[in-house]
């Protein structure tokens, strides 16, 4: 009661609400601070995460690319093969 007093002699309108709205905002104030910062390291962290992801699919494209170049090349060579059987 002693400090609702102070506060009433202080701010005779609002007393402790006065600083009690004041501290709310500052609450919500830092809690949207708070969401943009998470917001942020989210945005960091997949940026982070873009290079492995591009890395592990060049090596997923560079393998898919090396097993079509095995199966050309042993289509290629059984097409040979076929056609060279037909001369003899």
Request: aromatic share 8%; charged share 20%.
């Amino acid at each position: 009661m002693h400090y609702e007093a102070q506060c009433r002699t202080r701010d005779p309108v609002y007393g402790c609400v006065g600083i009690i709205s004041f501290l709310h905002q500052q609450i919500h104030s830092v809690e949207s601070q708070l969401d943009k910062t998470r917001a942020e390291i989210a945005a960091l962290d997949s940026l982070a995460q873009e290079p492995a992801q591009i890395q592990e699919n060049e090596e997923e494209a560079s393998f898919n690319n090396f097993l079509l170049e095995q199966d050309n090349a042993a289509d290629h060579f059984n097409h040979s093969t076929n056609i060279s059987s037909h001369f003899m």
